[in-house]
C-alpha cells in the first residue's frame, strides 16, 4: 500500500512537472525569445518610415528620397545625387530591408585606438537614413571578420570621436549581406530604361497588279 502511495506521489511530481515545461514552453519561452530577438536588431524603426538616404562610400556619395504619386498616395524612390534619376526599387529595398530587420550576431568593445584595426576609421560605406518623424539614423560598415561571415559595424555611432583614449567604444557584427547591399555599380541604382519602341507607321503594301 506504502508503494503505491509513492507510485501516486511521483505520478502528480511529475504532472506537476510536465505543466510547468508545458506553461514554459507557452508564456515565458516566446517572451524569452522575443526579448532577444529585439536586442539583437540593429534599429527597431520600419523600413516604410524611412523618407531619405545617404550611401557614402570613398568612391561616391548617393542620396535618395522617397516620393509619392499624386493620385493613390504610393512611393516610389528618386536618386538626387550624383544625379537625378528614378531609382531602381529592388535594390533600393534590398538595402532598407536589412536596415529595418537586420539583426546583430554579437558586440565586442574597443578603444578609439583599434578604429582602424576593424575598418571603422576609414569605413567601407556609411548608411545615413531620415524617418517620417525626423530622426537620423547612421550605419557605419568597417571590414569583414575573420570568418568571412560579418562586417565589423557601429550603429548611430557619436559624431565626434571621444576624448578619452581608453573609452570603450561599442562594435556590432552585422551579416555580409550590407556590403552587397551597399557595394554596387552606379547602374544597378538607377531604374533601368525601358527598351525604345519605333512608332514610325508600317508603310502600307503595295497594291498587287490587277489582271486585264
Known amino acids: 500500500m506504502k508503494l503505491q ?5 511521483l505520478i502528480a511530481v ?11 514552453e507557452i508564456q515565458v519561452a516566446p517572451k524569452q525569445e522575443a526579448a532577444k530577438d529585439e536586442k539583437q536588431r540593429i534599429f527597431t ?14 568612391e561616391k556619395i548617393l542620396t535618395f528620397e522617397r516620393v509619392y504619386a499624386i493620385k493613390g498616395g504610393e512611393s516610389s524612390w528618386k536618386m ?4 537625378p534619376a528614378a531609382a531602381n526599387q529592388a535594390s533600393v529595398d534590398f538595402l532598407l530591408d536589412r536596415l529595418a530587420t537586420g539583426k546583430s550576431d554579437r558586440t565586442i568593445k574597443i578603444t578609439p ?4 584595426e576593424f575598418g571603422l576609421d576609414k569605413p567601407q560605406a556609411t548608411v545615413t ?5 525626423q530622426e537620423t539614423h547612421r550605419l557605419v560598415l568597417g571590414k569583414t571578420d575573420f570568418s568571412g561571415r560579418f562586417l565589423y559595424a557601429q550603429a548611430n555611432p557619436a559624431e ?3 576624448q578619452n583614449s581608453s573609452q570603450n567604444l561599442p562594435v556590432i557584427l552585422v551579416p555580409f549581406d550590407f556590403k552587397n547591399a551597399v557595394q554596387r555599380p552606379l547602374s544597378e541604382w538607377k531604374k533601368a530604361e525601358e527598351p525604345k519602341t ?5 508603310p502600307s503594301p503595295a497594291p498587287s497588279p490587277s489582271n486585264p
Do not use: E
Not at 502511495?5 to 506521489?9: E, G, P, W
Not at 511529475?14 to 514554459?24: P, Q, Y
Not at 519605333?198 to 508600317?202: F, N, S, V
Open 160 to 162: 565626434s570621436p571621444p
Open 14 to 24: 511529475a504532472l506537476s512537472l510536465t505543466g510547468l515545461v508545458s506553461l514554459f
Open 129 to 133: 537614413v531620415k524617418l517620417d518623424n
Open 80 to 83: 538626387k545625387v550624383p544625379v
Open 45 to 58: 524603426f520600419k523600413s516604410d518610415r524611412i523618407q531619405f538616404f545617404t550611401v557614402k562610400t570613398p
Open 5 to 9: 502511495k509513492n507510485t501516486l506521489v
Open 113 to 116: 585606438a583599434q578604429m582602424a
Open 198 to 202: 519605333d512608332k514610325k507607321p508600317k
